[in-house]
């Protein structure tokens, strides 16, 4: 929220597997759990969207789908890296 008072308009949230976010919290919280925080607490007038990268198909859920869609904030974009669920085309990439 320091980024809104600093006025920029636009933040991007990164992590390798951003879905797997709050994971290790207690209590246990949920990347759209943060999405929702962000989204209802950035004072209006300030950031205008929310953008992020990159989700893992193994954390992604319905509750990011059902965020992104219901959200102002947030812009409407998944990012997501197919490769690293199929085993011949990671050892294409010699990273399996």
């Given at each position: 929220l320091d980024l809104a008072e600093q006025g920029y308009k636009e933040v991007?949230?990164?992590?390798?597997?951003?879905?797997?976010?709050?994971?290790?919290?207690?209590?246990?919280?949920?990347?759209?759990?943060?999405?929702?925080?962000?989204?209802?607490?950035?004072?209006?007038?300030?950031?205008?969207?929310?953008?992020?990268?990159?989700?893992?198909?193994r954390y992604f859920s319905d509750r990011v789908i059902d965020a992104v869609?219901?959200?102002?904030?947030?812009?409407?974009?998944?990012?997501?890296?197919?490769?690293?669920?199929?085993?011949?085309?990671?050892?294409?990439?010699?990273?399996?």
């Amino acid at each position: 929220l320091d980024l809104a008072e600093q006025g920029y308009k636009e933040v991007t949230l990164l992590g390798q597997n951003i879905d797997a976010y709050g994971r290790d919290i207690m209590p246990r919280r949920t990347f759209a759990d943060l999405l929702t925080y962000l989204n209802e607490n950035i004072p209006s007038g300030t950031i205008e969207r929310i953008r992020y990268v990159t989700s893992h198909p193994r954390y992604f859920s319905d509750r990011v789908i059902d965020a992104v869609a219901s959200l102002d904030k947030v812009c409407e974009c998944f990012h997501m890296p197919f490769q690293s669920g199929d085993d011949s085309v990671l050892k294409d990439m010699r990273r399996g």
